[in-house]
């Protein structure tokens, strides 16, 4: 592009960085979308955690950026999509070590649902994040463990929480498309700023 317009490629750059600026000040903050939602019918979104990779640094610094999980290094964000699997709300970037409850605590999700009457269905790693045993808002399944089969009716209702949250993949997969996803360096805000501009790109590719 620089070459092609006869301008220096810190003009380019310079032209992509405030062009993504722009883009990413536009995805919704996480209070108006869930008002959205209510707004429009909704009565739950889904809620998940996902790793994009990033080119390892040299450094103990970088540790902390390492995903047990998936064994990468890499930056976690949390996401919100409608029943639908639409994206509708991205995190800021986090290291990828990472757990989706920290995250959730962080960004206050349990108090913005309750405040917009909605519910969510997530998978066992947000088990603890919602402990009301009478009124809970977000829905996690059952766990079996050493000393704890899982029953034929939990086994039933993980089934069916499976269905409902299979959406919020296909909403991850269409973000994930972007090859510029696949070159990303440990930058966090760098990072935040281009996922939220992708989200807006996404958003308009998914609705058109």
């Known amino acids: 592009m620089a070459g092609g317009n006869d301008v220096s490629e810190s003009t380019v750059r310079r032209w992509r960085d405030e062009l993504i600026g722009l883009l990413a000040a536009q995805a919704p903050r996480l209070d108006r979308v869930l008002k959205k939602v209510v707004k429009q019918g909704g009565e739950v979104v889904l809620i998940d955690g996902t790793l994009i990779r990033t080119q390892r640094r040299t450094g103990s610094a970088d540790r902390q950026n ?7 290094h890499g930056l976690h964000f949390l996401a919100l999509t409608d029943e639908k699997g639409r994206l509708i709300w991205i995190s800021a970037a986090r290291p990828g070590s990472t757990h989706d409850n920290i995250a959730a605590r962080h960004d206050h999700i349990l108090a913005h649902l309750r405040a917009a009457g909605l519910g969510a269905l997530a998978d066992l790693g947000f088990r ?11 829905v996690t ?13 939990e086994k039933k209702a993980n089934r069916v929480l499976a269905v409902g949250r299979a959406p919020v993949e296909h909403g991850f997969a269409h973000l994930k498309n972007w090859r510029i996803l696949t070159k990303l360096h440990t930058d966090p805000a760098h990072d935040t700023q281009l996922l939220r ?6 958003n308009l590719e998914v609705n058109r």
């Open 128 to 138: 603890g994040l919602d402990n009301d045993i009478l009124e809970p808002v977000i």
């Open 197 to 202: 501009a992708l989200l807006v790109l996404t």
């Open 66 to 72: 390492y995903s047990g999980k998936h064994r990468t």
């Open 141 to 153: 399944g059952y766990a079996a463990s050493r000393t704890h089969k899982l029953t034929p009716g």
